[in-house]
C-alpha cells in the first residue's frame, strides 16, 4: 500500500520561533509511544560510495546516517547509540563503500541514509529509458540508460545563519519536529519519532544539503518580517475576552501555518514503499510535480493506523523540477519525441533543444541534436 | 529643538546608559557573542564620555555592575583633560569612594589596565598611591595580588612603607622577611607547611610544585579559603569527599541560586530543604535594608532555554530569575509566581521549553494583583506579541491605571545597545544581580515617559551624595 498525500497525523503546530533570517515551527506530538527510535551514526570520511542494488553506484559527502530501531509489540525501547554496544574499530579511511541505502544490520535495526535515501530515488527515476529504440536517441542510452546522473546542493553549514538559529531554537516539550523556513521559502519539513531523538538530531539539520534558490534566497533576504497576528481588540473588554481572542489566534495562525506548507502537506504525492518493518512503512515521496510551485522529495516512515514517525524532505529547485517532469514526460509518451513535444505544444526541434538545456544532450544522437539546436 | 524634546532625548540617553551597565558585562550571551557585545558596550561609554561627562562620572554612585564602574573610572582617568575645573573635586570624590567600594580585586585589575594602556598623570598617580595607603590589610593583597600591585607599583613609582617594595621586586629570593605573610610566601617556596599559611589562590600555585595530593590540599586548605571560594568548591570536595563547611546564607542571594542550580537535578532534590532556606534568609537580609512594601505582586517568570545562558555565563539569566522569585516572594505581602513552563518546585527548575509569555502574563493578570514583575530576557516567541497583550491590557480593560508593570531584564542585547524591552509600555531595568532589584525599582518609574530630566538628575545627586557620604577619606 503506498501513501498519496503526507499528513501530520498526531502532531501539533507550536507558535514559531525566528532568528535572522530562519524561521522554524515546532511540531509537537500528541502521544508518545516510544517504540521507534530512530539514532544518528556519523561517519567522517570525505565521500561515500553507496553499492545499490542494481549494480549502480551513488556518490556523495554523507555526514551520518539514521539507526532505525523499532518493536514489533509497540514497547518502549532506547534508541541507537544509548544502548551498550561494543565499539567497532576501523581503519582511518578516505572513503566508505556501503551496501544498499537501508539496510537491516539486526534484528528490528535499520541502516539508512536520511536524504540521500530521496535524492538517490530521484536520481534513480526513469533511468533505464525507453524500452523502444527510437531513432533519436544515442546508443549509449538505448543500451545503457541515463548513465551518469548528477545534482549539485547546498550543505546546510553553507547557509549563513542556519546553524546559529539552530543552535538558538527553543526546543519544545515533547517536539518531535521542525518545519524550517529560510527567508520565508519553505524548505524543509523534519520529524523523528520521539522527542529525545529529537533533541539529538536537532543540530544534524545542518548537516543536510538544500537546493540551490534556497542558498539564493538566503543571501537575498537577511531579516524576516514578524509573523504575528494583528488583533481586533474592539470588542476586548476583560480578561476573558481577551484570553478567548488569543485561542481563536491561535487556531487561524496554525492554519495559516499549515497553508505555509501546503505545497508538501496538501499536495498528492508519488510514493514507493521501499521497506517494511513490523507495524511501520518506510516510502520514498515526489510531490505532484508543478513547475508554478515548490515541489518536494523525501522519505517517510508511517504506522500501519497512519500517525507520521518519520519524515525528512529536500526542496527541488526549478531545473530539478523541470528536468525530473521532463524524464516523466517523456516516459508517459514512451519516450517518443514527437508524441512528447505534441503534448507540451512544442515543436519538436524546441522540445530537443529543452532536453539539451537541461543536461540531457547526451541522450540523443549528436547529428539530431546538432540539427535541432542549427535550425532554431 | 524645544527644550523639553532635549531633556527627554538626554533622560532616555541615561537610562538607555544606566540600564546597558547594569547588566552588560562583555560576556557572551545566549543570543549574542563577545566582540558583539564588547562594540556596543564601548561605543556607549565613549558616547556618554563625550555628551554627558557630568552625568557620565555621577552615574559611579548609581547601582551599576562593578565591571562598568571599572570602565567609567579608566575613561574618567584618561580624559583628566576635559573635566570642567569645577567639577574636578567632585570627580576625583567619586572616583576615590567607588574604588574603595569595589573589590580589591576589580580595583587591582583596574591598575593593572591603566600601565596598559599608558594612563600617567599627577590624578592617577595619586589616587592609586592613596588607594594603596589606605588598604587594612596591605601585605595580604599584595601577596594574593602580586602581579598586579607590581604593575601598578612601577608604574605609578610608589614607594610603600615596611619591606613591600623589596617583596615586590626582589620576591623571595631577597631573604628573610619581618613581615609574616611574605615570610610564608618565601617559605612556601621551600616548605610544604608554609603553603597552608597562603591564601588560596597563592597557595594553589604551589601544589605542583611540591607534589601535594590535591585531596590533603583541599582539606588543609580549606580554612583559608573566602566565602564565594569555599562555594565554588561544594562540589570538587564532594567529589574528594572533604566537607567544607560553609554556611550558605551568608553568600550572596544570586550567588546561592547559581551555585543551587549548578546542582545536578538529583542533588537539588536532597539538598531541597537547605537550599530553600538559605535562599529565603538571603532575601530577607536584603529585604531586611530596604523598605520596599510591596502588596500583593504576581511575578512572570521566563525559564525558556534561552535563559540558559552561554559557556560565560552557565544559567546566570536563569540564577537571576530564581534568586528573584525569592526576593519578591519574601518582599510582598501576597505573591504568586508564574512561569512560562510548569515548574512546581522552584528549586528544580531547568531552562528548556519555548519562551511563552502569553499565558502566564494572562494567569497572572486573571489573579489581579496590584504589581506585576517580569523577569525575561525578552525574547518572546509565542503566538501574539507580549507588547500586544499590554497594550490591550492598559487601554481597554484597564481603563483607571492600577497595576504596575516591570520588566527586569538580566541580558544585554547588543544589537539594541539595552537589555531587550518587550513594550513600549512597560520599562524594561536591566540587572546583574537580584539583590539589586530594590535599589531598581525607582527607574522603573523614572522611565516613563511623563516623568521629567529633573526628576532622573535628583536621583543622581542623591546617590552621588550617598556615596561620598558612606566613604569618607
Known amino acids: 500500500m503506498n501513501i498519496d498525500k503526507i499528513n501530520l497525523k498526531g502532531l501539533t503546530l507550536a507558535s514559531a520561533q525566528t532568528y535572522g533570517n530562519v524561521r522554524m515551527i515546532p511540531l509537537i506530538r500528541n502521544?508518545?509511544?516510544?517504540?521507534?527510535?530512530?539514532?544518528?551514526?556519523?561517519?567522517?570520511?570525505?565521500?561515500?560510495?553507496?553499492?545499490?542494488?542494481?549494480?549502480?553506484?551513488?556518490?556523495?559527502?554523507?555526514?551520518?546516517?539514521f539507526i532505525v530501531n523499532w518493536d514489533n509489540n509497540g514497547s518502549p525501547i532506547c534508541s541507537f547509540g544509548t544502548e551498550l554496544y561494543r565499539k567497532n574499530i576501523r581503519k582511518d579511511n578516505k572513503v566508505r563503500v556501503k551496501k544498499r541505502m537501508v539496510k537491516k544490520i539486526d534484528k528490528n535495526k535499520l541502516r539508512l541514509l536520511p536524504l540521500h535515501l530521496s535524492m538517490e530515488y530521484y536520481l534513480a527515476q526513469h533511468f533505464f529509458g525507453s524500452d523502444i529504440i527510437w531513432d533519436e536517441y544515442s546508443k549509449d542510452f538505448t543500451k545503457y540508460g541515463l548513465g551518469s546522473r548528477s545534482e549539485f546542493t547546498y550543505s546546510g553549514s553553507d547557509i549563513y545563519g542556519l546553524e546559529k538559529a539552530l543552535?538558538?531554537?527553543?526546543?519544545?516539550?515533547?517536539?518531535?519536529?521542525?518545519?524550517?523556513?529560510i527567508a520565508d521559502a519553505f524548505t524543509s519539513a523534519f520529524i523523528v519519532s520521539h522527542p529525545n531523538d529529537y533533541r539529538k538530531l536537532h543540530n544534524s539539520l545542518v548537516e543536510d544539503f538544500y537546493c540551490d534558490l534556497i542558498q539564493h534566497y538566503n543571501y537575498l533576504y537577511k531579516e524576516l518580517p514578524d509573523m504575528f497576528p494583528k488583533i481586533d481588540d474592539s470588542n476586548i473588554n476583560s480578561i476573558n475576552d481577551l484570553r478567548k481572542a488569543l485561542d481563536n489566534s491561535r487556531s487561524d495562525l496554525k492554519d495559516f501555518y499549515n497553508y505555509t506548507a501546503s505545497n508538501l502537506l496538501d499536495c498528492y504525492v508519488e510514493s514507493k514503499n521501499i521497506y517494511k518493518m513490523?507495524?511501520?512503512?518506510?516510502?520514498?515521496?515526489?510531490?505532484?510535480?508543478?513547475?508554478?510551485?515548490?515541489?518536494?522529495?523525501?522519505?517517510?516512515?508511517?504506522?500501519?493506523?497512519?500517525?507520521?514517525e518519520?519524515?525528512?524532505?529536500?526542496?527541488?529547485?526549478?531545473?530539478?523540477?523541470?528536468?525530473i517532469k521532463l524524464l516523466k514526460t517523456l516516459d508517459k509518451y514512451d519516450w517518443n519525441l514527437r508524441d512528447t513535444a505534441r503534448s507540451m505544444n512544442q515543436s519538436k526541434n524546441s522540445l530537443i533543444q529543452y532536453i539539451d538545456k537541461l543536461g540531457f544532450g547526451y541522450i540523443l544522437k549528436p547529428d539530431i541534436l546538432k540539427n535541432a539546436l542549427n535550425s532554431l | 529643538m524645544d527644550k523639553e524634546r532635549l531633556n527627554q532625548i538626554i533622560k532616555e540617553d541615561l537610562l538607555l546608559f544606566i540600564n546597558a551597565c547594569c547588566t552588560c558585562t562583555v560576556q557572551k550571551e545566549f543570543y549574542t557573542n563577545r566582540y558583539e557585545q564588547k562594540m556596543s558596550l564601548d561605543f556607549l561609554h565613549e558616547y556618554m564620555l563625550i555628551n554627558y561627562r557630568t552625568y557620565y562620572m555621577r552615574i559611579l554612585a548609581v547601582n551599576i555592575n562593578q565591571f562598568n564602574k571599572t570602565i567609567i573610572i579608566l575613561n574618567l582617568l584618561s580624559n583628566g583633560k576635559s573635566t570642567p575645573p569645577q567639577l574636578r573635586f567632585e570627580e576625583n570624590r567619586l572616583i576615590t569612594s567607588a574604588l574603595y567600594k569595589l573589590p580589591a580585586n576589580r580595583v587591582y585589575k583596574l591598575f593593572q589596565k591603566i600601565r596598559q594602556s599608558g594612563i600617567n598623570n599627577r590624578r592617577t598617580r595619586a589616587i592609586v598611591k592613596n588607594y594603596l595607603n589606605n588598604r587594612k590589610d596591605l601585605s595580604f593583597d599584595i601577596v594574593k595580588y602580586r602581579k598586579k600591585i607590581n604593575s601598578a607599583v612601577a608604574h605609578n613609582h610608589i614607594k610603600l612603607d615596611g619591606e613591600a617594595n623589596d617583596f615586590l621586586f626582589s620576591g623571595y629570593k631577597s631573604g628573610r622577611f619581618k613581615t609574616e605573610l611574605f615570610e610564608s610566601f618565601?617559605?612556601?617556596?621551600?616548605?610544604?607547611e608554609a603553603v597552608y599559611k597562603l591564601p588560596y589562590t597563592v597557595a594553589e600555585g604551589f601544589v605542583k610544585k611540591h607534589k601535594i595530593n590535591r585531596s590533603i590540599f583541599l582539606d588543609k586548605i580549606k580554612s583559608k579559603m573566602t566565602l564565594n571560594e569555599k562555594l565554588r568548591s561544594q562540589e570538587l570536595g564532594n567529589k574528594k569527599n572533604i566537607k567544607i563547611k560553609i554556611d550558605l546564607s551568608k553568600a550572596s542571594l544570586t550567588k546561592i541560586a547559581l551555585y543551587a542550580l549548578s546542582l545536578p537535578y538529583s542533588r537539588r532534590k536532597e539538598r531541597l530543604d537547605e537550599l530553600d532556606n538559605a535562599l529565603n534568609k538571603a532575601a530577607k537580609r536584603i529585604i531586611s535594608k530596604w523598605n520596599l512594601g510591596l502588596?500583593?505582586?504576581?511575578?512572570?517568570?521566563?525559564?525558556s532555554y534561552s535563559m540558559s545562558g552561554s559557556s560565560e555565563k552557565k544559567r546566570?539569566?536563569?540564577?537571576?530569575?530564581?534568586?528573584?522569585?525569592?526576593?519578591?516572594?519574601?518582599?510582598?505581602?501576597?505573591?504568586?509566581?508564574?512561569?512560562?513552563?510548569?515548574?512546581?518546585?522552584?528549586?528544580?527548575?531547568?531552562?528548556?521549553?519555548?519562551?511563552?509569555?502569553?499565558?502566564p502574563f494572562l494567569d497572572a493578570l486573571e489573579w489581579k494583583p496590584e504589581k506585576i514583575i517580569i523577569l525575561s530576557d525578552g525574547y518572546d516567541n509565542s503566538f501574539w506579541r507580549i507588547s500586544d497583550i499590554i497594550r490591550i491590557f492598559k487601554t481597554k480593560i484597564e481603563k483607571r491605571k492600577r497595576t504596575g508593570v516591570v520588566h527586569f531584564n538580566p541580558v544585554f542585547d547588543a544589537h539594541e545597545l539595552e537589555p531587550r524591552r518587550i513594550s513600549d509600555l512597560v520599562p524594561t531595568i536591566g540587572l546583574r544581580d537580584s539583590e539589586d532589584i530594590p535599589?531598581?525599582?525607582?527607574?522603573?518609574?523614572?522611565?516613563?515617559y511623563k516623568e521629567s530630566l529633573s526628576k532622573l538628575e535628583n536621583f543622581l545627586n542623591y546617590c552621588k551624595e550617598r556615596l561620598m557620604k558612606q566613604v569618607l577619606i
Open chain 1, 310 to 323: 518519520y519524515l525528512k524532505t529536500y526542496r527541488l529547485d526549478k531545473d530539478q523540477t523541470n528536468r
Open chain 2, 186 to 192: 618565601r617559605q612556601a617556596h621551600f616548605s610544604k
Open chain 1, 167 to 181: 543552535k538558538v531554537f527553543e526546543i519544545n516539550e515533547n517536539q518531535v519536529g521542525v518545519l524550517l523556513y
Open chain 2, 316 to 359: 546566570r539569566p536563569l540564577a537571576i530569575t530564581l534568586a528573584g522569585h525569592y526576593l519578591l516572594k519574601n518582599a510582598s505581602s501576597e505573591y504568586k509566581a508564574f512561569w512560562t513552563t510548569d515548574v512546581k518546585k522552584s528549586l528544580l527548575l531547568q531552562a528548556k521549553g519555548q519562551s511563552d509569555l502569553n499565558t
Open chain 1, 278 to 308: 513490523g507495524t511501520f512503512n518506510l516510502y520514498n515521496f515526489i510531490t505532484y510535480l508543478d513547475e508554478q510551485n515548490e515541489n518536494h522529495i523525501g522519505e517517510c516512515i508511517y504506522r500501519e493506523d497512519g500517525e507520521i
Open chain 1, 31 to 65: 502521544k508518545i509511544r516510544g517504540d521507534l527510535r530512530i539514532g544518528l551514526k556519523s561517519y567522517d570520511e570525505d565521500y561515500s560510495v553507496v553499492d545499490l542494488n542494481d549494480k549502480t553506484k551513488y556518490t556523495s559527502y554523507i555526514p551520518h546516517g
Open chain 2, 439 to 448: 535599589s531598581l525599582l525607582p527607574f522603573a518609574d523614572l522611565g516613563e
Open chain 2, 295 to 303: 502588596g500583593k505582586v504576581a511575578a512572570v517568570l521566563d525559564c
